[in-house]
């Protein structure tokens, strides 16, 4: 046995490994596969694939000015904004602007240390949160504007953003993110996962976080254009480039180092493949005057590599920490409202598709209960995360999709989100290495986690319309429209309608027109296991002691008898991932056995009490008095 083993076996068999349910750490509900140093390389793998978030993050919120304010000048009296270059207002402002930018890299490394290792020891999760890419775009160029000149000041979207993190402690607790989210009917979960892999690869495809090889149209009739050309090269009024397409040498260096290399190391299962494909390419890209370096001979260049040569510095945070605005009164009030909504409807979904599709990515997903283990303190500290980052002045905080970089490296409990945090908390004082990790050395990166989670499409319903074509927009618009809640939004709204109206048609007509196919459609009820409360509150209402602790299925909250049997039926050691393969073999106390055929039961789907008869799977054609008879005769009704 080598090191390595032994070290896996040490760490399992202490509290630590019982903690977080390492194999061999004897915990009922262990995970198997899961291994300290396995978890340990995951950590880092989500790290180096998320790490671009510190200083991306910063440049984009920095974007919006800040708390810096733009001096009148009686010469300038239209630029109120510090936009016009020759506006002596706006020299000032622009330095202003830089040290908020060196403010917000300090404030997201410290809110994505805090909320990854908070995940990791409170949840058990191997997903690690920072402020949202798409949600600090929206913050910055729709609501506060740049330079400030949106709709509300930087302060009062910070405040926005504080109130919206206390609300979702609020339905988190009462356990209403949770069912919403084991509400969305499973198609749309699985398509969700599907639609982030390629949302990520899109991501990987550009040029801000990416390895720069498409771009906007330009105004053409093309959505999206063929680029890789150099940055000095891109049409600042189109954004396209305007010549010289795939000639830019760090695109071929992503491709091939950070690509072709991790994919081709990935085939033979070599450990660390995707941090050895992050750390090739960011050495390379570092030595200056190259083709290929990430400190061009320009003013951004120079300030970047200035700040490079540091490696070890702490910047405290002076103009960003605690400075929201409460005057949301008066003429404020409308756009604060609107602001809070908006941040609070798309980062709910947003962050329920993202949570959802990394437990399902790592095998946590319980397909009994559509939810994961923990779901309840990972929204908490989702929530918890929110509000604390507005104090540090940071848009919202979510769950990242990059996690799925760790997951595929291995990570399956909380110790991969621990282990990220803690790179968080180091790179707060070598964040100049850290945000000089060039966006060509993780576009790949997310391109190839984005292949492997698009994977999940083969597990959609594709047999029924009204399952399939919901699952498709789904995972379709979330790279088109750039947004993860968009996506979720059509494919939720196009499910109702197509459903409901199939619905409806079966009702009318007593069951005689159902659509094609409808025996094969995906099972789904409002009624979700355990209710719309979540189980601590139904145990401290009954006045348990211990009403904080995770009973075993909450098998004493479910309302139906083929609930009850399905609550007993045995675990294996994955704890989350269940097994169907013994629910016919269960002994329940007082239940004749065989009389009722338990495979293939969906929790809460009574409709294999009744008579197989012909119909709509939701609509019975059986007469009232067939049915209550049917009922009565039942040997699993109470």
């Known amino acids: ?34 291994r300290f140093m396995t978890e340990m390389r995951a950590g880092l793998a989500t790290f180096f694939a998320m790490a671009y978030i510190i200083s991306v993050n910063a440049s984009i919120v920095a974007a919006s000015g800040g708390t810096c304010i733009c001096e009148p000048n009686p010469l300038f009296s239209d630029d109120k904004f510090c936009q016009n270059t020759a506006n ?24 994505s240390c805090l909320t990854s290792f908070c995940m990791g020891v409170f949840a058990n999760m191997p997903i690690a949160l920072a402020p949202g890419m798409g949600l600090n775009a929206y913050f910055t160029y729709q609501v506060v504007g740049p330079n400030g000149s949106g709709v509300i000041s930087y302060r009062l979207a910070l405040t926005a953003v504080f109130v919206e993190g206390l609300i979702f402690v609020a339905l988190s607790i009462l356990g209403l993110r949770q069912w919403l989210a084991r509400t969305i009917p499973r198609s749309l979960k699985i398509a969700s996962g599907a639609g982030i892999g390629l949302y990520l690869a899109l991501i990987g495809l550009t040029y801000d976080a990416g390895i720069g090889a498409i771009t906007g149209g330009g105004g053409t009739s093309e959505p999206i254009a063929l680029a890789g050309c150099l940055p000095s090269l891109i049409d600042p009024e189109t954004g396209a480039c305007s010549s010289h397409k795939m000639r830019n040498p760090t695109l071929w260096l992503g491709v091939f180092g950070g690509g072709i290399l991790t994919a081709f190391l990935m085939m033979y299962r070599v450990k660390g493949a995707i941090i050895a494909g992050i750390l090739f390419v960011s050495i390379i890209s570092w030595p200056r005057d190259t083709s290929i370096t990430a400190f061009p001979r320009t003013d951004d260049g120079d300030s970047s590599f200035s700040f490079f040569k540091k490696i070890v510095t702490f910047h405290p945070i002076n103009r960003t920490l605690g400075v929201q605005d409460w005057a949301i009164t008066g003429s404020n009030a409308g756009q604060f409202a609107i602001a809070l909504v ?3 409807y798309v980062d709910i979904l947003d962050c329920t598709g993202t949570l959802y599709s990394m437990a399902r990515f790592c095998g946590a997903m319980d397909e009994d209960t559509q939810d994961f283990e923990g779901s309840a303190v990972a929204y908490l500290v989702d929530a918890m995360g929110i509000t604390i980052g507005s104090l540090f002045g940071c848009p919202p905080v979510t769950a990242f999709i990059e996690s799925g970089a760790g997951i595929s490296e291995g990570g399956t409990t909380g110790i991969t989100a621990c282990v990220t945090g803690i790179c968080f908390f180091i790179s707060i004082f070598f964040a100049p290495i850290f945000a000089s990790i060039p966006s060509w050395a993780t576009g790949c990166t997310l391109i190839l986690v984005g292949a492997m989670m698009a994977r999940a499409c083969t597990e959609i319903n594709w047999r029924y319309i009204g399952d399939s074509i919901p699952a498709f927009l789904t995972m379709a618009l979330m790279p088109f429209t750039y947004s993860i809640a968009y996506g979720l939004i059509v494919g939720i709204v196009t499910y109702t309608i197509l459903n409901t109206g199939a619905w409806f048609v079966a009702v009318l007509s007593s069951g005689r027109i159902v659509p094609h196919d409808h025996e094969h459609k995906d099972y789904w009820t409002y009624k979700v296991r355990g209710g ?3 189980g601590w509150v139904k145990r401290a209402a009954r006045g348990k002691k211990d009403f904080w602790r995770d009973w075993d299925f909450d ?12 609550a007993r039926k045995e675990r294996g050691s994955g704890g989350s991932v269940m097994s169907t393969s013994g629910v016919g073999n269960v002994n329940v106390p007082g239940e004749r056995q ?13 409709r294999w009490e009744l008579d197989s008869t012909p119909g709509y799977p939701m609509v019975s054609t059986m007469s009232k008095g ?5 009922q009565t005769s039942s040997p699993s009704r109470r």
Not at 88 to 111: G, H, Q
Not at 560 to 566: A, E, F, H, I, T
Not at 594 to 606: A, E, F, H, K, S
Not at 626 to 630: E, F, G, L
């Open 594 to 606: 065989g009389d009722v055929p338990m495979d293939g039961i969906i929790t809460g789907d009574r």
């Open 88 to 111: 002596p207002s706006t020299a000032p402002y622009n330095s202003c602007k830089l040290e908020i930018n060196r403010d917000l890299v300090t404030a997201t490394a410290a809110i």
């Open 555 to 566: 098998a004493e909250e479910v309302g139906s008898r083929d609930s009850y049997v399905l």
């Open 532 to 534: 719309l409360l979540p």
């Open 626 to 630: 067939d049915v209550r008879a049917t």
């Open 342 to 344: 908006t941040f609070l």
């Open 1 to 34: 046995m080598g090191w390595v083993e032994k070290t896996n076996m040490a760490v399992a068999r202490s509290p630590v490994g019982r903690h977080f349910k390492l194999e061999f750490s004897g915990h009922p509900h262990e995970r198997k596969g899961s």
